[in-house]
Nanobody, 126 residues
Framework: VQLQASGGGLVQPGGSLRLSCTAP????????ISWFRQAPGKEREGVAC????????YYADSVKGRFTGSRDNAKNTVYLQMNSLNSEDTAVYYC????????????????????RGKGTLVTVSS
C-alpha cells in the first residue's frame, strides 16, 4: 500500500494550498492519517494527525491555527488545508498512517508508520 500526497506547488507568502492524501485500493476511512514534512537540509517533522473515529486532530505548534485537516470518506481522501503560508513551510509534504484509528498526538516517527508514500513539494516564495 502506498499513500500519495498531492496538491503542492509554488505559492506566495500569505497564500494557501490544499494538499490531498489518497491511497488507491486502500480505504483510508478507518485510519488516522498523519502529515509530515521535510524542509531542505532539515529532518522530517510531524505536522498534523487527523483521526478517523474520535474526530480529533493534532497539530505541531508551528502550524497550529494555520493548517486544518479534514476527511472526505466518499472520495477516500484526507486533506490538509494550509493557510497563511510562509517561507518556513517550504518542504516536501508526506502523508502516512500507522493503521490505528485515532491519533495519539502530533506524529513523531515517520519511519514507524505502517504505510507511507511519495510526497509533494510545497514552495513558498515571492
Amino acid at each position: 500500500v502506498q499513500l500519495q500526497a498531492s496538491g503542492g506547488g509554488l505559492v506566495q507568502p500569505g497564500g494557501s494550498l490544499r494538499l490531498s492524501c489518497t491511497a488507491p485500493g486502500f480505504t483510508l476511512d478507518y485510519y488516522a492519517i498523519s502529515w509530515f514534512r521535510q524542509a531542505p537540509g532539515k529532518e522530517r517533522e510531524g505536522v498534523a494527525c487527523i483521526s478517523s473515529f474520535d474526530g480529533r486532530s493534532y497539530y505541531a505548534d508551528s502550524v497550529k491555527g494555520r493548517f486544518t485537516g479534514s476527511r472526505d470518506n466518499a472520495k477516500n481522501t484526507v486533506y490538509l488545508q494550509m493557510n497563511s503560508l510562509n517561507s518556513e513551510d517550504t518542504a516536501v509534504y508526506y502523508c502516512a498512517t500507522d493503521t490505528l484509528s485515532n491519533c495519539r498526538g502530533v506524529p513523531r516517527n515517520y519511519n514507524g508508520m505502517d504505510f507511507r508514500g511519495k510526497g509533494t513539494l510545497v514552495t513558498v516564495s515571492s
